[in-house]
């Protein structure tokens, strides 16, 4: 059993950029738990919302259980695990719970969250389900999934919360790593988090075309960064190549028709058909709205999802390229 070292047991760590949609909703969420003994430190990375300024006033009203810190340099490499590592040590209490904005969370959240660290079970944690909250949207439902996580084993690689003192021992998140610095804190202790199968929470998807490009150039950036194995190695080169195809092949037919060459009408043809299979074997929500549903989502909304995540991996894989080679020339 854990003991309050200065009458807090628990800080959490809220991450934000340019969040102005969701953090209000996710302030209220945090503000109304059935745990009493916490405080919220939102760490705004650099945004160019008016994000600051909902959290700001949430704080003047709520001065003794909110805190902020602006990064206001954006130097840094991109991803929350280098937010999280200046917050973790300001925290006043004795675990650490990370967040992200664009979250709400079901009443007993924090209580359930922590409750295998303060009876000792766990040196950290994970919440159980993890439901998408916008699931409605049009691009989201492009993704087929209303359960972004269930419960169905008892460990997870990422914690979202931990003992402070062995975070700041371990020395937080490698945040090169970028979009998956979330998996460094599993490989520095050794020992995974326990599911807290209790901890419901709600995660905003990508809404727009516009933030499904920016994450998943995030992603390719640093998509090789975080391989552990071969096999790993090459399931993400067959991947990329892929999306490649996925990427190039309205090119390729704008090619193949001003130059009907035989190679070009090859390649076009069986990027051409790589790309309807991708776009047949998507799954989306469907809910019951229809043919007409099924059509407008297999003719249009599918194949531009699929295009500019295509376009966003493939940005960031050169964004990496362009860094190693300058790093190299150093």
Known sequence: MIKPSCGLRVS???????EEK?????????????????EVIVVDDYSTDSSLKIVQK?????????RYLSLENPVHPPGPGYARNIASKQAK???????????YFAKDFLEQIVKPILTGEALGTHHGWEYVANSENPWVRCEGVKIRF?????????YRAILRDLFIEKGGFDYSWGYFDDRTLYKKIGVKAKIASEAICYHNSPDSLAEIFRIRRWRGETVFISLKTRSEFFWVLI??????????MPFLILITLFLPVLPFIIITSLSLLEFIYAVAKQNYLKENKGVLDVIKYRLIYIPIFR?????????GILTYIKTILKNSIK
């Open 239 to 248: 991947t990329t190549i892929a999306l490649i195809s996925e990427f190039m």
């Open 58 to 66: 949430y704080q003047s009203t709520y001065s003794t259980k909110i």
């Open 93 to 103: 209490g004795d675990i650490l719970v990370f967040l992200d904005a664009d979250m």
């Open 307 to 315: 295009w500019v995540r295509a376009a966003g991996h493939i940005a």
């Open 12 to 18: 959490v760590i809220l991450t934000m950029k340019d």
């Open 22 to 38: 969701y953090i209000s909703r996710c302030l209220e969420s945090l503000l109304d738990q059935t745990l009493q003994d916490y």
């Open 150 to 158: 269930a419960p169905s084993r008892s460990e997870k690689s990422f």
